[in-house]
């Protein structure tokens, strides 16, 4: 048999066409000729807009086939694409309870000459948790150093710093404290695993004083990363997930559905895994836990990937890569679920700013918050007239105020005149006030009333996430 190949165009495809020709069939007792039917076959060759799959870059660490979240974020591929800029000279800053300096897969990526503990007010954030050490190994553990575990921003560092206690309790003040200097020692990326109980229904314009360090954050570069919180409740009420100048991230699990326990709402911003996540853990082992902290630091270690590969980019620029670059999840574009989806590390990488989608642009803006409308918001000043939810000695630390003085007042002076105990200056002007169990709020209304202060606010408890 015969045939002849032919090339056609058929919308945009290229196919090569087998047309086989007729032959002549001879018997043994006729020389009349049948005519065999002709097969035309379409052989697909390549579209038009056909590009091979990536390649890869595999880690050689042996934890690294327990990572399912690195395949299903295309993290081999995005690193391949990143060439060699797989995170380095990013510094992701992780405010959670300080890091294990003695785990193999962290000691070389910790920055342990600017790391602070501002719990027990000293140099060394030594995590005695457990919670921070798996936060920061997912951002950027050690990788291709045939050790554990591999973190997805692979050549970032990581400044520990160490806000929440050996029980994953802290307070807005040593978060405020701590953003501040995050920034001030050169953060790219800070991430917040943390967020107050969603039973508190507490807004961000509520907190001046986290206002302001986040303000100051973004005007000076620093994309803030945070937990959506593990309510499975609205994260509309729960702080840092509800304030602006942050990116907020939901969990999802391997089959790209929102875990169970994730918050949900119009504040997410994007999502990523956050089930049976394995990581670093104390004592230099590794281990799972779920949960949206441990969402956020996948978010985190994408955008170093991000910044490493367009380092003139804003935070807005690497915040709109990692959003319009997702893989669309639930209903079509942003819900509230799953943000803008989740996210897709080779994407990002890849298309940059310019991605196929434009989900959301404005993630960072502070639009519709009262930033600077402080005043009736930010505290209550009257013992007749409390915070609208239920305060209790569990919501807020007693005995403390976080509060902007306007005075040029002495520190003695002020703690002889208003029964102050004690003062810790925060950043600038922002204090954190010790006054006697039970006088936080008439101590609150003298001081606003006689224009000592500008606003005030209880030091209220954040939670490991």
Excluded at 57 to 64: G, I, V
Excluded at 106 to 119: E, G, P, W, Y
């Amino acid at each position: 048999m015969r045939g002849r190949f032919s090339l056609s165009f058929v919308m945009g495809i290229t196919i090569i066409v087998l047309s086989v020709q007729p032959t002549l069939a001879y018997t043994s007792t006729s020389h009349n000729a049948e005519e065999t039917p002709s097969y035309v076959v379409f052989m697909p060759l390549i579209t038009l807009n056909y590009a091979p799959p990536s390649p890869t870059l595999l880690p050689n660490d042996p934890y690294y086939t327990s990572q399912w979240a690195l395949d299903r974020t295309n993290a081999p591929r995005a690193w391949r694409e990143s060439d060699s800029s797989l995170g380095k000279g990013v510094l992701i800053a992780v405010l959670d309870t300080g890091a294990d300096f003695e785990h193999v897969d962290l000691t070389a990526k910790l920055r342990s000459d600017i790391d602070k503990d501002f719990v027990n007010d000293d140099d060394e954030a030594q995590d005695d948790h457990g919670h921070g050490t798996h936060v920061a190994g997912i951002a950027a553990a050690a990788t291709n150093n045939e050790e554990g575990v591999v973190g997805l921003g692979w050549d970032a560092e990581v400044l520990p710093l160490k806000v929440l206690d050996k029980n994953g309790g802290g307070s807005l003040a040593k978060l405020v404290n701590a953003v501040y200097y995050a920034t001030d020692q050169g953060a790219n990326i800070i991430n917040m695993s943390l967020a107050t109980d969603a039973d508190y229904n507490l807004q961000c314009s509520q907190f001046p004083a986290l206002l302001e360090a986040l303000q100051y954050a973004y005007e000076h570069d620093v994309l803030v990363v945070v937990a959506a919180g593990n309510d499975n409740d609205d994260a509309g009420k729960v702080v840092p997930a509800n304030c602006p100048y942050v990116l907020t991230v939901a969990a999802t699990d391997s089959s790209d559905t929102r875990s169970y326990f994730s918050n949900y709402g119009s504040v997410i911003d994007i999502a990523a895994p956050g089930q049976n996540i394995y990581s670093t853990k104390l004592g230099n082992k590794y281990g799972t836990k779920r949960g949206t902290s441990m969402a956020a630091p996948f978010v985190a270690g994408l955008a170093s990937l991000v910044w490493a590969k367009f380092p003139e980019y804003t935070p807005d620029q690497v915040s709109d890569t990692i959003l319009n670059n997702a893989i669309d999840l639930g209903e079509v574009g942003r819900d509230t679920r799953y943000g803008c989806g989740r996210i897709d590390a080779l994407a990002a990488v890849a298309h940059g700013i310019t991605g196929d989608t434009v989900c959301r642009t404005d993630a960072l803006s502070a639009a519709d918050h009262s930033v600077g409308n402080i005043p009736g918001q930010a505290f209550v000043l009257t013992p007749e007239t409390p915070p609208r939810h239920n305060v209790s000695a569990e919501t807020f630390v007693a005995g403390h105020l976080i509060v902007r003085l306007n005075l040029d007042r002495t520190q003695d002076t002020l703690m002889s005149e208003y029964n102050i105990e004690t003062l810790q200056t925060l950043a600038n002007d922002i204090v954190l006030v010790r006054v006697p169990l039970g006088a936080e709020w008439d101590t609150a209304q003298k001081l606003m009333v006689e224009g000592v202060i500008e606003y005030a606010q209880p030091d209220y408890r954040v939670f490991a996430q």
